[in-house]
C-alpha cells in the first residue's frame, strides 16, 4: 500500500510538471515545438542544474535560436537535428570555398602554362628576332613565375587550414553522435542506445546469449532533490555514475533511462550471478555519502531497488523488459529497497491495473 502511494504521487508530480511545462511556454511565448517541451520539461524536473539555469536566463519570447543554442549546448536528444544541419552547412560553406580556391588555382596555372607556351613558340618560329625582345618575355615569365609561386603557397596554406576546419566538423559531428546516445549529468549511456542494445540482445529473434537485464530504481534520490535541490540531486548522480561503471564488467551495459531510474546489462551470467552482482551494486551505493548544502557535518545515504530478467527466459527485448519491470514492482510494492529476480510467479501475481512500459 506505501508502493501505491509512493507511485501515486509520482505520477501526480509529473503530471503537475507537464502542467507546468505548457502553462510556462505559453508565458513566454514559446512555440508548441517537440524539441521545446523536452527542453523545458528537462529544465523544470531540475534533474539538470546547468540546463534550468540557462533556460531561466533566456527571459520572456526567446527567440527560438536561442532556445536552440541552449538544447544543443546540453545534448539534448530532440536538439540534434538542429546541430546536425548547422555542421552541413558549415561543411557546405567550407567546400565551396575549396571548390573556388581550386578553380581559382586551376585558372592561374592555365594562364601561366599558356604563358609559357607563347614563349616557347616564340623560341620555336622566331629565332633571329631581338635578345631584347626575348629579355622582355623572359622577365614576363620570370614574374609569372614568381606570381605562381606565391600563389601556390597561398593555396596550400589555405587548404591546410581548410583541412584543419574539415577535421573539426568531423569532431563536431562525433561530438553530436555520442551526445545522442549519453546522458548530460551522468555520461552514461541514454535510454536511446539502452533501447539500442536491448534489441541487440534479439537480432536474430532469439536471445544472443545468457544475459540479464537490471532495471534499478535509486530510493530516496527523488526526495533528496525535493528537500534539498536539483543540485544536491545532480551531485548524487554524478557519484552513482563512477560506481555503477566500475561494478560492472567491460562487456556491460550501463544507462541512465530516466531520472531516477538506471538499466544494466550483464553478460554471461545465471539468475544467481546476476543477483549478487545487483546486491554488490546496491551495498557500493548505500556506502556513498551524500553531503547536504550547508551542512559540513551532515549526509545521507541513497539504496536501490532491482528488478532482474533474464535473456533466456524471455521471448523478445519487450518481454524482457515487462519481465525485469514486474520484478522492480513487486520489490517497490513490497517496501523495498531489494533485489528480485523475475519468475513465473511474479508474473501471474501482475494486476491488470499495472501496465508495463515498453522499452
Known amino acids: 500500500m506505501a508502493d501505491?502511494?509512493?507511485?501515486?504521487?509520482?505520477?501526480?508530480?509529473?503530471?503537475?510538471?507537464?502542467?507546468?511545462?505548457?502553462?510556462?511556454?505559453?508565458?513566454?511565448?514559446?512555440?508548441?515545438?517537440?524539441?521545446?517541451?523536452?527542453?523545458?520539461?528537462?529544465?523544470?524536473?531540475?534533474?539538470?542544474?546547468?540546463?534550468?539555469?540557462?533556460?531561466?536566463?533566456?527571459?520572456?519570447?526567446?527567440?527560438?535560436?536561442r532556445l536552440d543554442e541552449v538544447g544543443i549546448k546540453h545534448h539534448l536528444p530532440g536538439f540534434a537535428a538542429i546541430a546536425t544541419e548547422n555542421i552541413r552547412a558549415d561543411a557546405a560553406q567550407t567546400i565551396s570555398a575549396i571548390n573556388h580556391g581550386l578553380n581559382n588555382s586551376i585558372a592561374k596555372k592555365e594562364a601561366f602554362a599558356a604563358l609559357l607556351r607563347h614563349f616557347i613558340d616564340r623560341l620555336e618560329t622566331d629565332p633571329v628576332a631581338g635578345m631584347s625582345e626575348f629579355a622582355d618575355d623572359a622577365g614576363r615569365l620570370r614574374d609569372a613565375v614568381t606570381a605562381f609561386e606565391r600563389e601556390e603557397r597561398a593555396f596550400a596554406i589555405s587548404m591546410r587550414e581548410t583541412v584543419a576546419q574539415l577535421g573539426g566538423i568531423g569532431s563536431d559531428i562525433e561530438i553530436m553522435r555520442k551526445a545522442s546516445i549519453r546522458d548530460p549529468?551522468?555520461?552514461?549511456?541514454?535510454?536511446?542506445?539502452?533501447?539500442?542494445?536491448?534489441?541487440?540482445?534479439?537480432?536474430?529473434?532469439?536471445?544472443?546469449?545468457?544475459?540479464?537485464?537490471?532495471?534499478?530504481?535509486?530510493?530516496?534520490?527523488?526526495?533528496?532533490?525535493?528537500?534539498?535541490?536539483?543540485?544536491?540531486?545532480?551531485?548524487?548522480?554524478?557519484?552513482?555514475?563512477?560506481?555503477?561503471?566500475?561494478?560492472?564488467?567491460?562487456?556491460?551495459?550501463?544507462?541512465?533511462?530516466?531520472?531516477?531510474?538506471?538499466?544494466f546489462v550483464f553478460h554471461d551470467v545465471s539468475a544467481d550471478n546476476a543477483d549478487a552482482i545487483a546486491q554488490r551494486i546496491r551495498a557500493s551505493v548505500e556506502a556513498v555519502e551524500i553531503t547536504l548544502p550547508n551542512r559540513t557535518f551532515t549526509s545521507e545515504t541513497l539504496s536501490l531497488s532491482t528488478g532482474i530478467a533474464m535473456a533466456l527466459t524471455a521471448s523478445s527485448s519487450t518481454d524482457l523488459f515487462t519481465q525485469a519491470e514486474l520484478a522492480l514492482h513487486a520489490v517497490r510494492a513490497g517496501g523495498g529497497p531489494g533485489v528480485l529476480v523475475f519468475s513465473a510467479a511474479i508474473g501471474s501475481r501482475a494486476t491488470k491495473t499495472y501496465s508495463p512500459h515498453a522499452a
Not at 508530480?13 to 517537440?34: D, Y
Open 185 to 263: 549529468v551522468t555520461g552514461l549511456a541514454n535510454r536511446i542506445a539502452f533501447s539500442a542494445k536491448l534489441a541487440a540482445l534479439y537480432d536474430d529473434g532469439n536471445a544472443a546469449g545468457p544475459a540479464a537485464l537490471a532495471l534499478v530504481t535509486v530510493e530516496g534520490l527523488r526526495d533528496l532533490g525535493e528537500s534539498h535541490g536539483a543540485a544536491t540531486a545532480e551531485k548524487a548522480l554524478k557519484k552513482l555514475a563512477p560506481v555503477f561503471r566500475k561494478s560492472v564488467k567491460k562487456n556491460d551495459f550501463v544507462a541512465r533511462i530516466g531520472a531516477n531510474e538506471f538499466a
Open 4 to 65: 501505491k502511494f509512493r507511485q501515486d504521487g509520482h505520477q501526480a508530480q509529473n503530471a503537475a510538471v507537464l502542467l507546468k511545462v505548457a502553462q510556462t511556454m505559453a508565458k513566454l511565448g514559446i512555440a508548441p515545438f517537440p524539441r521545446n517541451y523536452e527542453l523545458f520539461y528537462d529544465a523544470l524536473c531540475g534533474q539538470n542544474a546547468a540546463l534550468t539555469r540557462d533556460v531561466a536566463s533566456l527571459g520572456p519570447e526567446p527567440a527560438q535560436s
